[in-house]
């Protein structure tokens, strides 16, 4: 008896469809979860090492904790996180907005305006900034074209829009690639949303701003949180745009931690991976927080009704 | 005098002509149903009505109000919808509330209202609940509910009780019909079933095709169809043709059949099967000259509250008769069926043509 059971498990164990569904998920998100995790999780986990000296560039292994009190000294740090958060509230704030006026407009719009959403899509950012520079910069295409009909004298009448002090150039850039990435998925919010709720608070007595402000915001807005979390831990982390359109002090996080991480002065290394692991902390705190927030409001307002 | 009045409406789609030249009466306090088959303009007049959408031609009054330029939210009108399509993000408290809300009423006075009509929906305790924990009669309730609480001047159900199933939805006429009696409300229901419109509603008006063809009472509407598509839609089964000399009327097989109803020369004919009587033994056959016509049982269709047997009287003449579903009559058996003399209809030749101008309302 005891064989014959042991037997059969043993043939169950071949057999995939026996499997438990769990167990099955587990395993066929294995290869992608384990490519993350090796690649992601190992670099972190040798960022850490290094950070805390346990690995050395130099020869010199002694555990310390001194690359982080540089890090945390470093002259620029506060300056550099308040102009990334700055930079990536300002963007995703804008482009969101700008994204659900768009969205509703276009809504009853045919199939052209999700194809023209998605142009932008494949445009890799370095291409865009490249644009923006051949665009906007002193010598470029604009004030070119405004000398020659003769609407300034000299191209030092354009204001400055890339790498000037208030980055212009920065959250131009990131308008132009993210509204329609967020009008592409409020767009699909929207077309996938039963129009007779909207007819159904009209007939209630909501004129069409109430409508909107009731119902057809509140019902968007699981879409609009989750596109503007995507957007706003990109700009926050990201690297190229600021540093190629944007001012050149304050720097952003990524530039600063970039900056160090090349410094001629290898002993600066910890100190630079202590610095972009204090990015990817404050990064990953955001996103907590962000998601604990509106997961809070959304059950609230519930309760409140108003909004 | 009359309270709605829908004049000469008309809406087309692309080309499409969705609803053409319908004209509409309604006494105040009337309940109206507005019966066809699935797309013959019914839900789109109702959205004309709500102004949810924009007639291409004519006019809408309610209390001699042109209503043709007002938006929906001012017409003082509610809709109920199939599935109750409660906000989602909302309680059922706060759906219910909604209207109230949005005319400016305070959280406190809104709330208590709110809670009021919740008790006269039966549903007194549930405001605090997401409409995703109600079931879908629960949710059709609170759908009313909601539209009760504005006391509008018109009550729009488009098909509100086709999701439900059939003992939730005798229930739900029940309630609606209780709270209509209350309250005293105007009520025009869409509805592609006849029968819920006959239980719910004083006056039918049927509609094909973008058209009126008759707006009467539904007794009326079973029993003097204007014409052949209307008697179908309306549950008829029995069409044939006689040649009628005023009150004898000659079918093509030599019998004949004695009318209540005079005529001369050709005419369709349609009879209501549970106006039928069927006997299995010509010695109870009621003293009637002429009106039982023998023939052989064909089909027996037991249907729980009937039976539904079919009778081949002459070859080119079948009729089908309700009988008591404990008469077991046996396939080829030899039947008589009683026609009584007032249960003979005559049709037009010809579809009737569509209502074109407006028929008295009935004063409920």
Known sequence: ?307 | MDYLVVEHLTKQFQGHVAVHDLWLTMAQGEVLALLGPSGCGKSTTLQLVAGLLHPDAGAIYLEGRPMNHVPPERRDMALVLQRGLLFPHLTVGENVAFGLKMRGMNRVDRDKEAIAMLHRVQLQGFEHRRPSELSGGQAQRVALARSLVIGPKLLLLDEPLSALDANLREEMQDLILSLQAQTQVTMLIVTHDQAEATVMAQRIALMFDGQLRQVDAPERLYRYPCDEATARFMGGVNFFTVQAEQHQWHLPSGQHLTSSLAHQGPLRVTLRPEALRLYTDAAHLPDVPGNCLQGEAIANRFTGTQRRITVAIAPNLTLQVWGSPTQDIALGQSVWVYIPADALWGLPGEPCPPVAMPSPAVQS
């Not at chain 1, 982080?68 to 969101?96: C, D, I, K, Q």
């Not at chain 1, 630079?272 to 962000?290: C, D, E, Q, R, T």
Request: net charge positive; aromatic share 10%; with cysteine.
């Open chain 1, 1 to 307: 008896m005891v064989g014959l059971t042991s037997k059969l498990s043993r043939q169950h164990l071949f057999q995939w469809r026996r499997w438990p569904t769990w167990a099955r998920a587990y395993l066929l998100l294995l290869p992608a979860v384990g490519m993350i995790g090796l690649l992601f999780g190992g670099g972190l986990i040798l960022a850490c090492l290094q950070s805390i000296g346990i690995i050395g560039i130099l020869g010199d292994t002694q555990p310390s904790l001194a690359a982080y009190g540089a890090a945390f000294s470093h002259p620029e740090l506060g300056r550099s996180l308040w102009l990334s958060f700055y930079l990536a509230m300002v963007a995703t704030g804008l482009s969101t907005v700008i994204s659900i006026g768009l969205a509703l407009l276009l809504r009853s719009a045919g199939r052209w305006t999700t194809i023209a959403c998605q142009i932008t899509l494949p445009i890799p950012h370095l291409v865009g900034v490249a644009g923006i520079l051949l665009l906007l910069s002193p010598s470029g295409f604009l004030a070119r074209l405004l000398m020659a009909l003769g609407w300034i004298q000299s191209d030092q009448d354009v204001p400055l829009l890339v790498n000037d002090p208030n980055n212009w150039g920065v959250l131009l850039h990131f308008l132009w690639k993210e509204i329609p990435f967020i009008t592409l998925i409020l767009l699909a919010v929207l077309r996938g949303m039963n129009p007779y709720y909207e007819h159904q608070a009209r007939a209630l007595g909501a004129n069409p701003w109430q409508c909107f402000w009731n119902v057809t915001l509140p019902m968007m807005k699981p879409g609009i949180l989750s596109a503007s979390l995507i957007v706003f831990s990109y700009i926050f982390a990201s690297f190229e745009v600021p540093f190629l359109l944007g001012s050149t002090r304050p720097r952003t996080l990524p530039v600063l931690v970039y900056r160090a991480f090349t410094d001629t002065d290898l002993g600066k290394r910890p100190e630079a991976v202590a610095l972009g692991l204090i990015l990817s902390g404050i990064s990953m705190a955001v996103l907590a927080l962000y998601l604990g927030l509106t997961a809070k409001s959304r059950q609230t307002y519930a309760e409140r009704g108003d909004s």
